[in-house]
C-alpha cells in the first residue's frame, strides 16, 4: 500500500477518490485496522493510501468507553463500485471483525468504517449519506485525513482538509502513533512532507 499524497502535483486524473475512515478501540485494534485496510485494497483500482494511525479520545460515547485507534484510507474504486456497494462491503468487513447490532448509541467496538467521500458522488438515504455529515467537525477523521489530502476540500466545504482541522478544539489525547510505538511498521509509515 502506498503513502504517497494526490496532493504532491501527480499528472491529472479525473478518476473519483474514495475516502474511508476506519476505528476501532476492541481488541487488538491495530490488527483489525489493518486487516480491514487491506480489505479494502481489493476495492481499489490502483494505489491505496494510508494514514498513520492515530489515538483519539472517544466522542460522544458512553461514559468509561476506551480510547480510539483511528486512521483512513483512500483509493480511486474499481469500475462498477457504487458507494451501495461499498457500504455493503464495508458493512460485512465490520460483522467479520465481531462488531454486533448496536445496544447504544456510540458503544465500544472492535471495528467501524465510515464512507466520507467519494468524488462527485452524493446520497442522502436513510441507509448513506454522502458527504458524510460530520467528517468536517471529527477531529478524528481530519487529522488522518490530512496526513494523506491536507489540501483536498470535502464536498461541500469551501476550505481544505487542513484549514478546517486548525479549527478544532483540541483532543488532548489525539497523538499519531510513531512506527516504534507498534510492531505494525507496515501500517505506520513516514508520509513525505
Not at 52 to 63: A, E, K, M, S
Not at 86 to 101: C, D, I, N, S
Request: glycine share 8%; net charge neutral; hydrophobic share 40%.
Amino acid at each position: 500500500m502506498s503513502s504517497v499524497s494526490n496532493d504532491s502535483g501527480a499528472a491529472h486524473d479525473d478518476r473519483p477518490w474514495v475516502i474511508v475512515a476506519l476505528g476501532a478501540n476492541l481488541g487488538n485494534a491495530v490488527e483489525t485496522l489493518g486487516a480491514a485496510a487491506e480489505a479494502l485494497a481489493s476495492q481499489a483500482d490502483g494505489p491505496v493510501l494510508r494514514s498513520p494511525l492515530y489515538r483519539t479520545t472517544p466522542v460522544d460515547c458512553p461514559p468509561g468507553s476506551p480510547p480510539f485507534l483511528n486512521a483512513v484510507v483512500a483509493f480511486r474504486p474499481r469500475p462498477g463500485l457504487t458507494p451501495e456497494g461499498l457500504l455493503e462491503f464495508t458493512q460485512r468487513l465490520e460483522r467479520e471483525a465481531g462488531r454486533r447490532p448496536k445496544q447504544v448509541l456510540n458503544e465500544a467496538r472492535p471495528l467501524d468504517v465510515d464512507l466520507i467521500d467519494w468524488t462527485g458522488e452524493t446520497r442522502g438515504s436513510e441507509r448513506l449519506v454522502l458527504p458524510h455529515p460530520r467528517a468536517a467537525s471529527r477531529r478524528f477523521v481530519l487529522g488522518p485525513l490530512a496526513d494523506v489530502f491536507p489540501r483536498r476540500r470535502l464536498q461541500g466545504m469551501t476550505q481544505s482538509v487542513a484549514e478546517l482541522l486548525r479549527q478544532l478544539p483540541a483532543d488532548p489525547l489525539f497523538e499519531r502513533l510513531a512506527a516504534g510505538q507498534s510492531p505494525e511498521k507496515p501500517w505506520l509509515v513516514d508520509l513525505p512532507q
